[in-house]
């Protein structure tokens, strides 16, 4: 069988005001450093194979290799989208922004630092319900950034920290 069962897309983005590079609050000589992580798809028929998981990591292993100009790879998920959510915190990324995007939906903004692929260990960490968006748009402006989701109380709790 030769049919395309999975994929995942990368974008360079255009340098406009929509950039996220913007929304984590990159200089403008930055912004030509990104790349977006744009959209994965996996036939029904192939959910569960975690596919999803294999394509992030080819994708992270070949962004890992020297040979092009990015340093920064980003993109956006919806608060309480599980599987996406999950996807990127496995991938190392981190949660940079909570802001409003395509319109007006809520949106995180995830980073990964391609020269970091291991981020610092943090000293300070706070557990934020992830429905509490001021709270969690309160530590992103002092500096935080959001590190890992768990389920605790029947709550899905977004914890927050820095170096």
Known sequence: MNDLIAFRALLVPP?????LGIDIGLSGSELAKVIYQEISVVLPAYRGNRLQKIL?????EELGKEGHSFRYICCTVAPFNMP??????AQGMQIAALT?????????????????????ACREVTPIPMNDFSAQKEKLAAGFRGIKMEEKENRLWIHYGRK
């Open 100 to 120: 409003e995007k395509y319109g007006g939906l809520t949106r995180y903004v995830f980073v990964k630092d391609l020269y970091e692929p291991v981020p610092p």
């Open 15 to 19: 340098v406009d005001e929509e950039h």
């Open 56 to 60: 992030a990591g080819v994708i992270m």
């Open 84 to 89: 996406s959510l999950k996807d990127k915190f």
